[in-house]
Each structure stands twice: as C-alpha cells, then as structure tokens.
C-alpha cells in the first residue's frame, strides 16, 4: 500500500510528514510544500 507524504525545506533540513495540517500550516508561512506517493519498502 501506497502513502501519501509532504515534504519541504527548513533552513537545512528537508522536513517529511503525512499529516495534511501541518503541511498546510508550512505552507501559511511561506514554505513551498510539495507531495509524493512513497512505496513500502522505501526507508527500511
């Protein structure tokens, strides 16, 4: 099963999540936020 994951970067630091809100929220600040499907498997 796929998952669906945002991602964007803070000062150095290239910042993953799946939660939708806090995506959001970075992009109120000015963040440029961008999406992608992450296959299992990927990080193990």
Known sequence: ???FIW???KE???ILTTQTDL???AM???FFVMGT???PGRFQ
Request: net charge positive; no cysteine; charged share 40%.
């Open 1 to 3: 099963m796929s998952e």
């Open 7 to 9: 991602y964007w970067t």
């Open 12 to 14: 150095n630091k290239k």
């Open 23 to 25: 995506a959001e929220q």
């Open 28 to 30: 109120k600040d000015g």
């Open 37 to 39: 499907l992450l296959r």
